[in-house]
């Protein structure tokens, strides 16, 4: 695997693989000497031109546990405020050597072009591109919901539940193809407004109420960041409504069973999709979501620079 692009990038076998070795990994992340030598001499690049607490510095520090050289790359302070391209940014980079580009970028399919219009020949990982795919992130929730909700080496029979802002979340594209991939049954809830047409057909049931989809006792319900940033001035949002009938509150809270297993990627809204409640419940694995994403990047960057893994 040279790129890492999309969830459908990865066939069933290569994605048990790659929670296989994120898994493994994940004990390296527990030594005193965490580091492996084996990314030594190769240099990656964090191509960021969005914000990101979680992906970029996990990214980072993965590389750094493999002995890769990291350079973080930050797009206010660099030359595209002065009008360079993404092109030329890139073969920027790869002039100066980078084996690797991670991007984030505000363009869906971004990482697509960079990959496959023959600019560069390093390899590229997406780290989010708009409202597209964020492949790593559904790596690192399907190791998360491996390791709670353990049916084997995929997650056949696991009932997971996606709620909110569909419309514009990559994460919520990224883990309908790759969890239904592995085989856990995937259903999706948010207000008619934020259902994008085509949801279906990526393999999630569609459900119209929070209240009713809870009422099929998932195992895991993952609650979705509200994208205020990408909502146009003429799309209809209202807080209080949203809050009423999309937020993992209180209430809801107590109809979960003892075990479900509540995941946000992060950054949460506190107060809006999820309550404090929610958020620091003893079911919620957001911060293990974080711990597995450093594991799932170690796993994905030795993969795509097929560096030698030692121990
Ligand atoms: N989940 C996620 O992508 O978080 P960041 O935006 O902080 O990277």
């Known amino acids: 695997?040279?790129?890492?692009?999309?969830?459908?990038d990865l066939t069933k076998d290569s994605a048990v693989a790659l929670l296989d070795s994120?898994?493994?990994?994940?004990?390296?992340n527990q030594r005193t000497v965490k580091s492996l030598p084996?990314?030594?001499?190769?240099?990656?690049?964090?191509?960021?031109?969005?914000?990101?607490?979680r992906t970029r510095i996990s990214f980072e520090i993965a590389?750094?546990?493999?002995?890769?050289?990291?350079i973080n790359f930050d797009a206010q302070a660099s030359s595209t405020s002065k009008g360079e391209s993404l092109k030329d940014t890139a073969q920027t980079l790869e002039a100066l050597g980078a084996a690797a580009i991670i991007i984030r970028h505000p363009m869906s399919g971004a990482a697509h072009a960079l990959a496959n219009r023959g600019w560069v020949s390093a390899s590229i990982i997406n780290a989010g591109d708009g409202r597209h795919e964020h492949p790593t992130q559904a790596l690192l929730d399907a190791?998360?919901?491996?390791?709670?909700?353990?049916?084997?080496?995929?997650?056949?029979?696991?009932?997971?539940?996606?709620?909110?802002?569909?419309?514009?979340?990559?994460?919520?594209?990224?883990?309908?193809?790759?969890?239904?991939?592995l085989g856990a049954a995937v259903s999706v809830?948010?207000?008619?407004?934020?259902?994008?047409?085509?949801?279906?057909?990526?393999?999630?049931?569609?459900?119209?109420?929070?209240d009713e989809a809870l009422a099929e006792q998932p195992d895991v319900v993952m609650m979705l960041r509200v994208q205020l940033e990408r909502m146009q001035e003429n799309e209809a949002f209202t807080t209080r409504d949203y809050i009423k009938n999309w937020s993992l509150d209180q209430t809801r809270l107590t109809q979960l069973g003892k075990e479900t297993v509540i995941m946000h990627p992060?950054?949460?809204?506190?107060?809006?999709?999820?309550?404090?409640?929610?958020?620091?419940d003893p079911r919620s694995a957001v911060l293990r979501q974080v711990e597995n994403g450093l594991a799932v990047r170690m796993a994905v960057l030795h993969?795509?620079?097929?560096?030698?893994?030692?121990n």
């Open 189 to 210: 809830a948010g207000p008619a407004e934020l259902v994008p047409e085509g949801i279906a057909a990526m393999g999630a049931t569609v459900y119209k109420s929070f």
């Open 266 to 280: 992060g950054p949460m809204n506190r107060g809006l999709e999820i309550s404090n409640q929610a958020a620091n």
């Open 22 to 28: 994120a898994q493994q990994l994940s004990q390296v």
């Open 38 to 53: 084996a990314l030594r001499g190769k240099t990656v690049v964090n191509l960021f031109y969005e914000n990101s607490t």
């Open 1 to 8: 695997m040279k790129h890492l692009i999309s969830a459908r």
């Open 63 to 70: 590389a750094k546990r493999l002995s890769a050289d990291v």
């Open 303 to 310: 993969r795509v620079l097929s560096g030698e893994l030692t």
């Open 143 to 181: 190791l998360t919901i491996r390791q709670l909700k353990f049916s084997g080496s995929d997650l056949t029979g696991v009932k997971v539940l996606i709620v909110g802002d569909l419309e514009h979340s990559r994460v919520a594209r990224s883990n309908i193809l790759l969890l239904s991939l």
